[in-house]
């Protein structure tokens, strides 16, 4: 078994799951948006856009364990960029959604709401932290990118220290580095080097600053206010 999963790469089983995780987490939130209490404060009918989205994340899991178990390690990578950009996708229609829901919400409404904002922060995190895995070689361990410039700059990169002269990061790295942003909208490790890294980094804070504060803070105000 151990031999099963060295072979197909570990690291890009890991990402495999989580992108499932993804999956999963985003299903429910379109499932209350379309058909749980939140439908009926949307300003508009079924958002056709969630729907699909529903119907498109199975195939895109059946894809991703049917080439990381035929061990197609470089065609699987690919098709992860694909799969976790249409989960960025679904996190930003969520968003927008969400906001929508929050202009027509009332108090009864609002426990779900916070159900689906937990969620979305969820996808943040994972979404996010494959997209730093992504591109910072050698995040993927098993695809040689030796002679691509880093993205970001862990303190075992920038420095000799005992003990780390191997060291290559981890996709456990970048979802460390995804949660330090996602809560303090900086990184507390591995600053980013690149503008795409900046760039990547300025959209997860930015959904962050929106769902956690925006849309949480504006709900419990109105729990407050129906009280």
């Not at 495999?16 to 439908?39: D, E, K, M, N």
Request: aromatic share 12%; hydrophobic share 50%.
């Amino acid at each position: 078994m151990e031999r099963f999963f060295r072979d197909r790469g570990a690291s890009l089983g890991t990402v495999v799951l989580i992108v499932a995780v993804i999956c999963f987490s985003q299903t429910i939130i379109s499932y209350t948006i379309t058909f749980g209490a939140l439908r009926h404060s949307m300003p508009r009918d079924t958002p056709p856009e969630v729907t699909s989205l529903i119907v498109v994340r199975v195939g895109i899991l059946a894809v991703l364990v049917a080439l990381w178990t035929l061990k197609y390690k470089r065609a699987l990578f690919r098709f992860i960029i694909i799969a976790n950009a249409l989960c960025t996708l679904a996190l930003l229609v969520h968003t927008n959604a969400l906001l929508a829901v929050l202009f027509g919400s009332t108090s009864l409404a609002i426990h779900e709401l916070m159900f689906d904002v937990m969620q979305m922060a969820i996808s943040n995190v994972l979404i996010f932290s494959i997209w730093y895995w992504i591109i910072d070689p050698p995040g993927v361990g098993e695809i040689p990118r030796a002679n691509e410039p880093w993205e970001f700059l862990f303190p075992q990169r920038g420095s000799n220290l005992p003990h780390y002269d191997s060291w290559v990061p981890q996709y456990s790295d970048y979802l460390f580095v995804a949660f330090t942003t996602s809560l303090t909208f900086s990184p507390a490790d591995a600053p980013p080097l690149s503008r795409r890294a900046k760039m990547l980094m300025l959209l997860q804070a930015t959904i962050s600053i929106v769902t956690l504060t925006g849309i949480a803070g504006s709900a419990i105000n109105i729990l407050a206010g129906a009280e």
